[in-house]
């Protein structure tokens, strides 16, 4: 099992950047899969991106593509999501996430709102 805890969210003007955090304790970080979602009021849960164990492999929504970047430190428990060029339709609650063998855990999340 792994608990995640986000950090880095807030308010930020559009064009700007903010990088979140993601740090996960429990065993066996570097066997996770890890990855951001995000979920705006009133819209479903939706995929932002995600890394393979050892960062060797990155998705990314079309929506983000370009302007994040996704990476993990395994020495340090610790998954990050790099925003830049930000889009007040960036503005949502994101959440880290682990998955390994269809199990999945989520983070409570933070705040990130892009004003124009």
């Known amino acids: 099992q792994v608990q995640l805890v986000e950090s880095g969210g807030g308010l930020v003007q559009a064009g700007g950047s903010l990088r979140l955090s993601c740090a996960a304790s429990?065993?066996?970080?570097?066997?996770?899969?890890m990855g951001w979602f995000r979920q705006a009021p009133g819209k479903e849960r939706e995929f932002v991106a995600t890394?393979?164990?050892?960062?060797?492999?990155?998705n990314y929504a079309d929506s983000v593509k370009g302007r994040f970047t996704i990476s993990r430190d395994n020495a340090k428990n610790t998954v990050y999501l790099q925003m830049n060029s930000l889009k007040p339709e960036d503005t949502a609650v994101y959440y880290c996430n682990a998955e390994r063998l269809s199990r999945n855990y989520w983070g409570q999340g933070t705040q990130v709102t892009v004003s124009s």
């Open positions: 429990g065993r066996s970080f570097s066997n996770y899969a």
């Open positions: 890394i393979s164990w050892n960062g060797g492999r990155t």
